[in-house]
């Protein structure tokens, strides 16, 4: 570690970060799960200004209380004016993924209910950030997914992203604390610690290092350019839209990018869920390669149902059916 040290050079990424995102504001909230990279994130945040630990229980394992709520005293050692334990209840995992996301789903929601109007920072570190685009480039789920995590998606702040995780690690260990290690993070079962201790470590051996920052990089230079697409498509939405529906004619007219963001949004928009790019390019075909086929389903928000997108008297609509 260079003469800064980690704890430095953590805290100048967070308030690098919070001078270009977080300026107005006076107080904030950390997610502190008790593992070395919300830790240190939680010493650094706690030095800077009045910080809130709120600290999620999946209850998924058997000493998961008692890791909470040594989370909530070190939060508090650490500086933090308050430390709370959100217990949640983790659903089944639903068609969109496996108990990863169902847990992920709880655990955002609680913080949206306890964050009391405060930003909320996440200790997502830039391995966090090539992992994910590794993962979206094996599902294929189009450029959206490869682009990553946002650093500053309101009210979720995410300061090191561009930070590796030894330094966290490191960080820990000059500050003298002792971290909780979750055991799922080595367990084999789940694809992104197999992605974290096999795939990226061959990847740095194979093409001679760095990989980790150049995935990094890509999910910047992509998250711009679908940042571009979406203003087109938010300019274009009004002109295709009618009472019923959007006008093929005008959404013909658009580029390919465009129109299938128009066509993402309007989805998104009318409740489907889950969205993935082969429902969208088959929605898409509904106005490039009309033929007369059916409609393409898709999830929907509402409990045993699902949408369907289909055109109806030169229409694109959309309507319910039981599923």
């Not at 706690?46 to 630990?53: C, D, E, S, V």
């Not at 334990?85 to 847990?103: F, H, K, N, T």
């Not at 500053?152 to 909780?180: F, I, Q, S």
């Not at 963001?261 to 929605?283: C, F, M, N, P, S």
Request: charged share 25%.
């Amino acid at each position: 570690m260079d003469r800064q040290g980690a704890v430095g050079r953590l805290r100048a990424a967070v308030e690098a970060y919070a001078r270009t995102h977080l300026a107005d504001e006076k107080r904030w909230c950390v997610a502190l799960s008790g593992g070395p990279d919300s830790l240190a994130l939680t010493a650094v945040a706690a030095a800077l200004r009045p910080t809130t630990a709120l600290i999620v229980d999946h209850a998924l394992q058997d000493d998961s209380a008692a890791v909470a709520e040594t989370a909530r005293k070190q939060a508090l050692t650490l500086g933090c004016v308050d430390a709370r334990v959100l217990c949640v209840q983790v659903g089944p995992a639903g068609p969109g993924g496996g108990p990863e996301a169902a847990a992920r789903t709880a655990r955002y929601a609680a913080l949206e209910e306890a964050r009391g109007g405060d930003p909320v920072l996440l200790a997502h570190t830039l391995d966090d950030q090539a992992e994910t685009v590794l993962l979206g480039l094996g599902r294929g789920s189009g450029g959206r997914s490869i682009a990553g995590m946002r650093p500053h998606d309101p009210p979720w702040c995410r300061p090191l992203l561009t930070v590796r995780r030894a330094v966290t690690h490191a960080a820990c260990a000059e500050l003298g604390l002792t971290p909780w290690q979750d055991p799922h993070n080595s367990d084999r079962r789940f694809t992104r610690t197999r992605l974290r201790l096999e795939v990226l470590p061959l990847l740095e051996d194979v093409l001679g290092g760095g990989v980790a920052e150049a995935l990094a990089r890509t999910a910047t230079a992509l998250r711009e350019d679908t940042d571009m697409i979406d203003a087109l498509a938010a300019q274009a939405l009004p002109g295709a839209r009618t009472d019923s529906g959007l006008r093929p004619a005008a959404l013909a007219a658009l580029p390919d990018a465009v129109r299938r963001r128009v066509i993402r949004g309007w989805l998104l928009a009318e409740g489907a869920t889950g969205l993935t790019d082969k429902q969208i390019r088959g929605v898409d075909a509904l106005i490039t390669a009309w033929r007369g086929q059916g409609g393409v389903a898709v999830g929907s928000s509402l409990r045993g149902q699902r949408l369907i997108a289909g055109r109806r008297d030169g229409v694109l609509t959309l309507w319910r059916e039981p599923v």
